[in-house]
C-alpha cells in the first residue's frame, strides 16, 4: 500500500513537473507577448529575479536559451493600430465671409485712409493689389507645398528648420515683388490717362510714373502687401483665425487713425498719402510675422 503511494506521489510530480516552463509562461505572458524578440524577454526574467541561479529548475544552461523558448512558445500579440486622428473639418461659411470680410478691408486700406487730394492714386494702388493679393496665396501653397516636402526628407527636426528657414523670405519677396510690378502698371496707365501738368513732357513716362505715389505711399503698398502675404501663410499652415484677425485688426486701426485725423486728433503727418495704411498695416503685421516664422519650423503645421 505505501509503494502504491509513492508511486502515485512519484507519478503525480512527474506530471508537474513535465513542463516546468508553462509556469512561467503564465506569469510573464504579457512580458512573452508583447517583447519583439529573445533578448527583450531574457532582460524581463533577468529583471524579475530569475538568473543563472533559477534557470536550472526550468531545465535550460542559460537564462537566454530559456528566452528563446519563450519567445517562440508564446505567440505574439497583434499591434493595434494607432488610432487616426480626424480629419480638420473645414472652414463653415462665417470664417469664410469674416476672411473675405477682412482681405476687402486690406485692399481698399489705400483708399480708406487716404486724405482727399490722393484719392486717385489711392484707388489706383487698391485696384492693383487685387491680382499681386492672389499671388500671395499662391506663395502660401507653395509654402505649405515645401514643408510638406522637407518633412519627408529632412532626418531630423532641427534639420527640417533649417531647410524651411529661406522659404518664408523668399515667398513673401516674390509676392511683394509681384505688387510692386501690378501697383506699377496700374500707376503708368493712371499716369498716361491723366498725366501731372507737365511730368510726361520733361522727365518722361517712367520718372513720372515713380513720382506719382510718394515714398510713404510705396513703403504703405509694400508694408500692406507683406500683411495680406504673412496672413496668406498662417492660413495655409492651420492658423487661420489668427490670420483673420491680424487683418480685421489692421482694417479696424486704419479707420480708427481716419476718424482721429478727421477730428484734428493726429499732426500734419497723418495727412501724408500712405502713412496711416504704413501705420496700421506694419502693426498688424510686426504680430502676425513671428508667429509665421515660428509656425514654419514645425514639422506638425504641415499635417
Known amino acids: 500500500m505505501a509503494e502504491r503511494q509513492a508511486e502515485r506521489r512519484g507519478d503525480s510530480g512527474g506530471q508537474l513537473s513535465a513542463d516546468p516552463v508553462r509556469e512561467l509562461m503564465a506569469a510573464h505572458r504579457g512580458l512573452c507577448e508583447r517583447a519583439v524578440d529573445s533578448l527583450e524577454i531574457a532582460a524581463g526574467l533577468e529583471e524579475a529575479g530569475i538568473g543563472a541561479a533559477l534557470v536550472g529548475r526550468y531545465r535550460h544552461a542559460d537564462v537566454f536559451a530559456l528566452a528563446e523558448e519563450l519567445f517562440a512558445r508564446v505567440p505574439r500579440r497583434p499591434v493595434e493600430p494607432a488610432p487616426v486622428a480626424p480629419e480638420p473639418r473645414p472652414p463653415g461659411w462665417r470664417h469664410r465671409f469674416g476672411v473675405l470680410v477682412g482681405l476687402l478691408g486690406a485692399l481698399l486700406l489705400p483708399l480708406a485712409t487716404a486724405p482727399p487730394g490722393a484719392l486717385g492714386t489711392a484707388l489706383t494702388l487698391a485696384v492693383a493689389g487685387w491680382p499681386a493679393f492672389a499671388a500671395a496665396d499662391r506663395a502660401a501653397r507653395w509654402v505649405r507645398h515645401t514643408g510638406r516636402g522637407q518633412v519627408r526628407s529632412a532626418a531630423t527636426a532641427v534639420e527640417f528648420r533649417v531647410r524651411m528657414r529661406p522659404v518664408l523670405p523668399v515667398a513673401l519677396g516674390l509676392q511683394l515683388a509681384v505688387l510692386a510690378l501690378t501697383s506699377f502698371a496700374a500707376l503708368a496707365v493712371l499716369t498716361a490717362l491723366v498725366p501731372h501738368p507737365g511730368s ?97 519650423g514645425r514639422p506638425g503645421a504641415f499635417g
Do not use: K, M, S
Open 200 to 296: 510726361l513732357g520733361r522727365a518722361g513716362l517712367l520718372p513720372a510714373v515713380v513720382q506719382r505715389a510718394g515714398a510713404v505711399q510705396w513703403y504703405g503698398q509694400a508694408v500692406l502687401g507683406l500683411l495680406v502675404g504673412t496672413a496668406a501663410v498662417l492660413r495655409r499652415l492651420g492658423h487661420g483665425g489668427l490670420a483673420l484677425a491680424g487683418l480685421l485688426a489692421a482694417d479696424g486701426a486704419g479707420l480708427l487713425l481716419t476718424a482721429l485725423r478727421t477730428g484734428g486728433l493726429l499732426g500734419d503727418w497723418a495727412d501724408v498719402p500712405g502713412a496711416l495704411t504704413a501705420l496700421a498695416a506694419g502693426a498688424a503685421a510686426a504680430v502676425l510675422l513671428p508667429a509665421a516664422w515660428a509656425a514654419i
